[in-house]
């Protein structure tokens, strides 16, 4: 059966055009829902999706004003390694979209996000088209699925779980089922590469999680279709070269990751020091899911959200199309073996996040340890189950009813079908939209620091924001729940603060410990006190723990600096001439994440140390007078460097080594990037 089958007068231009009416439709709807976002001016979005902004807007504001890459967060609990946030927050669609806003010189970084969110919406819906296209005979099931898919996306919260964790699976299987339909091994490859690539980008414990999903699937899979893995290591030329592609993929991630993660400690309640979750927090943490609430979100879209772990999670409603036709296939298409590999794993996915003995199992996986929000799996049900509702709409059209039926009217039946699923979830994105999270109208004025904004050096920390962009940034982040503000906010607030009021996620290992130091003065980290300050005397304790004692017992750190590192004499103070001949000055004549220029005047006639309260690095270097001087480990957490008498100047910077990596990652992601939207928009011109 064909719906539409006497195109309107208008539709020939398209036809002749060879463009594809069905995709650039359903990427019209997307478009549609997403321009009261793009268009609200007082619009933000809250909990995991104003985060995911402000690390957005972090990176995009360096690479916009510095042109590059930050490697450092200056203003995140007393410094902290970037590189980390950089695999796991900006992805392939943000690196086209930083080097699109940088040369048209777009300051709204929160119009860029959108439009990436956009983007990243329109490759979800295209990759499912193309993948019901392979899965299904009949153009109705294959539009209402795709359909289904543009119209119950919901990203203004929980924008990980509820999106951005699955949006290029549909993708990636697509290449899957090219795979096994063709047994060409390099489909295998390319599906595997682009859902490693749907890697960056995204929280890095999801991808244990989606390891989890993608083994499920391919093992129903192995089972159902046993003669087409025999050709996965093939040695033809283009399944070798796919394939050593993802292997230098992998390799190249999991050795960033490794580098990025020097001198960083997970400090997330719960967590273990090495990430971990104990299998009692896998199983409870944010709670698990009630089939009640399931069937319930299924039906009615009220609430909009699962009422599962913080607020805003998860959104699973995906139209009665979806409730029915699942039933529907549930029944009469378990002869498909696609789809019961498929059925296989949702029944496993619904297990796990209902927290049934298979979660137990399931701890057992890979890296799975340090996954927890079990209960929030439904973002991946909810596709799962739209494609086994296709399944069964498919099947559905197949009867010999339809095909008794005259074909005009068979089509009437299937354009009122569609017309019934685009109503229902059009009706369900009023509803999203009418609660989309908006700034007050006395606030307005707030949205103003969404704009790139260059970073200022900041000379001692602060209690609460004192400048005016920083107190509207702040309330931008405090629109959304305690639980769901971090400390990387600051990056956006451009607030270097006493305390990390908001959750510690990610913090150096020294400074966890010299904060843990009982009854120490809140100046030793600069809250009040200069940050940068010239110390005349030091004590050399190159084991940590008993620099922590003699840091407990030397309380005016204005004249003792700690140095983690040996001495000739250690344990021993070097004297020096306390007195200084005249008054220091120190003065900042650059900032930037990735270093900062100063002229320092050294009164001390035998020199001195000049302290910088900013957490220590091994991969930071230091110039005194352009010539190379060691940094080291000052007060446990932060780094020093010793300047003789008089003035002179001297630069702290990043080592290239740092640099290339990060810029490296940037360019693949960029070619990544660029990769898939030419695929997108090649995908709408009509073979």
């Known amino acids: 059966m064909t719906i539409f089958q006497r195109l309107p007068k208008w539709s020939l231009f398209l036809t002749r055009a060879r463009l594809n009416i069905d995709l650039l439709g359903l990427n019209g709807l997307v478009l549609l829902v997403n321009l009261p976002f793009l268009l609200d001016g007082r619009f933000f979005p809250i909990h995991d999706t104003m985060q995911f902004f402000t690390y957005f807007y972090f990176f995009y504001n360096s690479w916009f004003t510095?042109?590059?890459?930050?490697?450092?967060?200056?203003y995140v609990t007393y410094g902290l390694p970037a590189n980390f946030f950089q695999f796991r927050n900006i992805g392939p669609i943000h690196y086209v979209l930083m080097l699109f806003g940088s040369l048209f010189h777009i300051r709204d970084a929160l119009l860029l996000l959108k439009i990436a969110i956009l983007l990243e919406q329109m490759l979800f819906v295209t990759g499912l088209y193309?993948?019901?296209?392979?899965?299904?005979a009949h153009r109705a099931a294959v539009l209402a699925t795709t359909l289904t898919g543009a119209a119950s996306t919901v990203w203004y919260s929980g924008i990980n779980y509820n999106f951005r964790v699955y949006y290029l699976f549909p993708l990636a299987l697509y290449y899957l089922v090219l795979f096994i339909q063709t047994r060409r091994a390099k489909y295998f490859w390319w599906g595997s590469l682009i859902a490693l690539v749907n890697s960056l980008g995204l929280i890095v414990y999801m991808t244990s999680l989606r390891l989890f999903v993608f083994s499920l699937l391919i093992l129903g899979l192995l089972v159902q279709y046993r003669g087409a893995w025999r050709t996965v290591f093939s040695r033809r030329r283009g399944a070798l070269g796919a394939m050593v592609l993802f292997g230098m993929t992998a390799v190249g991630f999991l050795l960033y990751l490794k580098f990025s993660l020097v001198e960083t400690m997970i400090v997330a309640p719960g967590r273990n020091p090495d990430g971990s979750n104990t299998l009692e927090t896998f199983l409870t943490h944010g709670r698990t899911l009630k089939l009640s609430t399931l069937l319930r979100a299924a039906f009615i879209p009220v609430p909009l959200h699962l009422p599962i772990g913080a607020s805003y999670d998860v959104t699973f409603y995906t139209g009665?199309?979806?409730?029915?036709?699942?039933?529907?296939?549930?029944?009469?298409?378990?002869?498909?073996?696609?789809?019961?590999?498929l059925i296989g794993s949702t029944l496993v996915l619904l297990a796990v996040a209902m927290g049934t003995p298979l979660a137990r199992l399931a701890y057992a996986f890979p890296l799975m340890a340090y996954y927890r929000h079990i209960g929030l799996i439904v973002g991946w049900l909810k596709v799962f189950i739209v494609l086994c509702a296709g399944f069964g709409l498919d099947h559905f059209l197949s009867l010999p009813l339809w095909k008794r039926l005259p074909q005009e009217r068979a089509s009437h039946v299937g354009t009122f079908l569609l017309l019934a699923i685009g109503l229902n979830l059009l009706w369900f994105q009023a509803r999203v939209i009418s609660q989309r999270p908006r700034v007050a109208a006395q606030d307005i004025d707030d949205l103003r620091s969404v704009k790139v904004h260059p970073l200022a050096y900041q000379p001692t920390r602060y209690l609460k924001p004192r400048t005016p962009r920083q107190q509207q940034a702040y309330r931008l982040v405090m629109l959304s729940k305690p639980t769901a503000k971090y400390t990387t906010a600051f990056n956006f607030i451009q607030l270097d603060a006493c305390d990390p009021v908001f959750r510690v996620e990610v913090s150096t290992p020294g400074t966890i410990r010299l904060v843990s130091i009982p009854g120490l003065p809140r100046g030793i980290v600069g809250c009040l006190t200069p940050k940068l300050r010239l110390v005349?005397?030091?004590?050399?304790?190159?084991?940590?723990?008993?620099?922590a004692k003699a840091r407990y017992l030397i309380k005016n750190f204005f004249q003792t600096v700690v140095l983690g590192t040996p001495a000739p004499e250690p344990g021993q103070a070097i004297p020096k001439h306390l007195i200084p001949l005249r008054p220091s000055a120190i003065h900042v004549t650059n900032f930037h994440p990735n270093g900062l220029s100063l002229n320092v005047q050294n009164p001390y006639p035998e020199g001195a140390w000049l302290v910088y309260a900013d957490a220590y690095h091994p991969a930071w270097r230091a110039w005194?007078?352009?010539?190379?001087?060691?940094?080291?480990?000052?007060?446990?957490?932060?780094?020093?460097?010793?300047?003789?008498?008089g003035h002179h100047t001297v630069r702290f910077g990043f080592a290239?080594?740092?640099?290339?990596?990060?810029?490296?990652?940037?360019?693949?992601g960029l070619l990544a990037g660029l990769v898939l939207c030419g695929w997108m928009i090649r995908q709408h011109f009509l073979k």
């Open 536 to 547: 005349p005397q030091a004590v050399f304790m190159p084991n940590p723990d008993d620099a």
């Open 66 to 74: 510095h042109h590059q890459m930050p490697q450092w967060f200056p």
């Open 656 to 668: 290239p080594s740092r640099l290339l990596a990060s810029h490296a990652l940037a360019l693949f």
């Open 130 to 136: 193309k993948l019901c296209r392979r899965l299904f």
């Open 320 to 341: 009665l199309f979806s409730v029915i036709f699942f039933g529907w296939a549930l029944l009469t298409c378990w002869r498909n073996p696609f789809y019961r590999a």
């Open 624 to 645: 005194v007078d352009n010539k190379p001087t060691p940094v080291l480990r000052a007060d446990l957490a932060f780094k020093a460097l010793f300047v003789p008498f």
